[in-house]
């Protein structure tokens, strides 16, 4: 199989070294050669990285390597069965580039975007034959996170749809199919788990560390919020918030936080610049957390609600199936359970008491119960996943 990839930044590098892997033909595009021999030589260090640990052997590295050419002409992808972009998230761009693209394939090429954020509809919009567009979101790092969400444009053919699910089962990657709604699932059903950490912290029941430790500790996430969004990069994980919030029609629950754009705005981007809700400077004292087991299971109560009530809305929304939304929170962001298993760990009831609690104090919409929630809970269901 011919793959073409367009853009070889750490994205498109990545998604190329998993096609490569699976034997596929692959196409590399840029527009700069500099950034295609960096492309080149960041796949030689990773390769050599994995024979070190034993991975692969001098023979694999060589074979991967051979099935990579890189190219700096759009039109030397026009033998691609499938194309996958990853450039930058502007919409004018990226249809401009399908275009392109489009005027060299033949019609049965499937031209898919690794889009986060923006619509499949529009992008397929954009061409003479809309039908063979799709969304392939891998997560970074591409060749080792598991998970794929696989997003049909309502313009989408049946036949696309079903190759591509083929395709990323073939790369030994978990495919989950996802409504083309903003922020498909995971950027959609995780944004409590950053959003209510902020609340939390802005309404000063706690600071940055005791929320991170009260989620890590008590909760078994890898990470704690204000360590993920350092690590993404407040610039990114604020843009993507407030990408979701404007898409949702600034519905409250997606609502940015004043506190991570003053942070961005000052340069504080988190481990990139060396500070954002911890200072990473050679003398940076160490933030201390206050391990109260009590409020940190309020914490950690209040944030976990949250989300199951953000993954019971997609539910209910049909984003996607009960399984597939598990699978994305389990393999595209490491949670420890899948949110619909937690709901049932924790009781449907539970969850609703929780989440009427929050609404009857603050009053917000923010903090509205899920129908589908308040549904099972009367009828005494538990998800079926």
């Known amino acids: ?37 960096n492309s080149k030589a960041k796949l030689e260090k990773v390769l050599l990285r994995l024979i070190e640990k034993g991975r692969i052997d001098e023979a694999e590295k ?16 026009a033998k691609a ?20 693209l489009e005027s060299y394939q033949t019609q049965d090429a499937i031209i898919a975007s690794n889009t986060s954020s923006l619509s499949i509809a529009s992008i397929a919009a954009s061409l003479k ?40 089962s073939d790369w030994k990657k978990v495919g989950v199919l996802a409504k083309d709604t903003p922020g498909f699932i995971v950027n959609r059903v995780a944004r409590p788990f950053y959003g209510e950490a902020l609340r939390i912290h802005e309404e000063g029941k706690a600071d940055f560390a005791t929320i991170d430790w009260a989620l890590k500790e008590l909760g078994g996430f890898r990470m704690g919020p204000f360590q993920l969004m350092d690590f993404i990069g407040n610039d990114v994980n604020y843009t ?22 003053r942070l ?13 809700f911890y200072d990473y400077g050679e003398n940076a004292k160490k933030a201390t957390p206050t391990k109260d087991e009590k409020l940190g ?18 539910l209910f929304m049909n984003i ?20 619909l298993a937690w709901a049932n760990e924790k009781g449907i009831d539970w969850c609703v008491k929780k989440m009427d609690a929050l609404y009857n104090e603050y009053h917000e919409d923010r903090y509205r119960c899920s129908p589908l929630l308040r549904k099972m809970s009367k009828e005494g269901n538990k998800f079926n996943i």
Do not use: W
Not at 14 to 30: F, K, L, P, R
Not at 62 to 77: A, C, D, P, V, W
Not at 87 to 92: A, C, R, T
Not at 243 to 259: A, G, I, L, Q, W
């Open 240 to 261: 993507v918030t407030e990408t979701v919030f404007k898409e949702f029609y600034f519905d409250p629950r997606y609502k940015p936080s004043f506190t991570q754009k």
């Open 1 to 37: 199989m011919n793959v073409g990839i367009i853009g070889c930044g750490t994205m498109g590098s990545g998604i190329a070294q998993v096609a490569a892997t699976a034997g596929c033909s692959v196409m590399v595009y840029d527009t700069k050669q500099k950034a295609l021999d």
């Open 264 to 276: 961005a705005e000052a340069g504080y981007l988190g481990r990139k610049t060396g500070k954002g």
């Open 297 to 314: 299971n309020e914490i950690l109560d209040r944030v976990l609600v949250m989300l199951i009530n953000e993954a019971a809305d997609a």
């Open 129 to 168: 034959n809309p039908e063979r567009v799709i969304g392939v979101h891998f997560f970074n790092p591409a060749p080792l996170m598991p998970l794929v969400e696989i997003i049909p444009a309502i313009q989408t053919s049946k036949e696309v749809k079903e190759k591509v699910v083929k395709i990323i």
């Open 81 to 100: 069965n499938l194309t996958i972009e990853a450039i930058v998230e502007n919409l004018e761009i990226k249809r401009k580039v399908f275009q392109e």
């Open 62 to 77: 060589n074979r991967i390597q051979g099935n990579i050419s890189y190219e700096n002409s759009l039109k030397e992808l």
């Open 320 to 339: 996607a199936t009960a399984k597939d939304i598990d699978l994305a929170m389990t393999k595209g962001v490491n949670y420890p359970k899948g949110l």
